[in-house]
């Protein structure tokens, strides 16, 4: 039902270092969608793993990480850590400091283990460095929650969501990030794999938060 409270809402608050961690990150995300996001995981990961798709520089994972953590979780951060289109040299996004020069790419995952560990999260946590193409044909367990956040483009958001989003076990939570109704303000990629989702009948929508969508797999 749309508007729905997530039933295990409640007094307790997120760990306060690890949530000055997740400020400090680099990354795109509002504080009060992680913390959103935190009481998601805190649900899904009862149900089974939280996979992260997009992780960079682990702004977002640190919040899924804290609720996974309270309850004894894993959550699985998906990322090739190469950069989306919009990290890459000479578009808006690109940061300089996670340019590796050797290479001559983008390298994020270092940062990602910095923030893990600084906020305590890694040991309830799996790095899965690489593209969904590749992971998704080798994953088997059923997952407790499914975050989109990776490449904004029309075909990577439908693919994460294509290869993701059976995994869900009833009462498994989908969040999507970035859903802007105003094409003027964000690319649509995201709010469109949101609509297929409601379309395919099969979730039932939970309260969004700014542009963090939030659903929930019918039992
Ligand atoms: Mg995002």
Not at 52 to 59: D, N
Not at 188 to 197: F, G, H, K, L, S
């Amino acid at each position: 039902m749309a508007g729905e409270k997530v039933e295990s809402l409640g007094t307790r608050e997120m760990d306060p270092f690890a949530r000055e961690v997740a400020r400090k990150a680099k990354g795109f995300m509002a504080e009060e969608e992680g913390l959103r996001l935190y009481e998601l995981a805190r649900e899904g990961a009862r149900l089974g793993p939280v996979l992260e798709v997009g992780s960079y520089c682990g702004k977002s994972s640190i919040f899924l990480g804290c609720g996974v953590r309270e309850v004894g979780g894993r959550l699985v951060c998906l990322d090739h850590h190469r950069g989306s289109e919009e990290n890459q040299q000479g578009q808006p996004w690109h940061d300089e400091e996670l340019w590796d020069e050797k290479v001559h790419a983008m390298d994020s995952v270092g940062e990602l283990r910095r923030n893990l560990r600084i906020a305590g999260l890694e040991g309830n946590t799996v790095l899965l460095v690489t593209t969904t193409e590749v992971a998704a044909p080798l994953w088997t367990a059923p997952l407790g929650m499914l975050f989109i956040d990776g490449g904004h483009t029309f075909r990577a958001a439908h693919g994460d969501y294509e290869a993701w989003s059976d995994r869900l076990l009833p009462g498994g939570i989908l969040a999507i990030h970035d859903l802007f109704p105003d094409p003027d303000e964000g690319g649509q990629a995201p709010i469109e794999v949101y609509r297929r989702a409601v379309a395919s009948g099969e979730f039932e929508e939970l309260e969004p938060t700014l542009t963090l969508g939030a659903l929930r797999r019918k039992k």
